[in-house]
């Protein structure tokens, strides 16, 4: 079956980078288009950052644009999230997301996946 596993996240400082990993599974890689989405405390979930899967054009949330890269490997099935000058706001749990084949207009919405990982905390404080 499908999985995406996830690792990374923690505790940083505002200004400090980290970097999230998300391993797939089960699946083509390639084929998929991938995706970080966040939740913060008492929020609702929304989208980070995607890529598809036969364009390298990156698409981000407009408050981790010129902070935040997404990237793949399509030989470790493995997606990134690297986060430049982490900010308090930044605060939420990560999730990465997979669909096959996602089309343009769906790739900013939870809804356009069909898996995802277990999450990730990251904390950053000011």
């Known amino acids: 079956q499908v999985q995406l596993v996830q690792s990374g996240g923690g505790s940083a400082q505002a200004g400090d980078s980290m970097r999230l990993s998300c391993v797939a599974s089960g699946l083509t890689f390639r084929n998929y288009g991938l995706a970080w989405f966040r939740q913060a405390p008492g929020k609702e979930r929304e989208f980070v950052a995607a890529?598809?899967?036969?364009?390298?054009?990156?698409y981000y949330e407009d408050s981790v644009k010129g902070r935040f890269t997404i990237s793949r490997d399509n030989a470790l099935n493995t997606v990134y999230l690297e986060m430049n000058n982490l900010k308090s706001e930044d605060t939420a749990i990560y999730y990465c997301?997979?669909?096959?084949?996602?089309?343009?207009?769906?790739?900013?919405?939870?809804?356009?996946?069909?898996?995802w990982g277990q999450g990730a905390q990251v904390t950053v404080s000011s």
């Open positions: 997301a997979a669909k096959r084949w996602i089309i343009l207009s769906q790739i900013r919405l939870q809804s356009g996946y069909d898996y």
């Open positions: 890529l598809r899967a036969t364009s390298n054009t990156q």
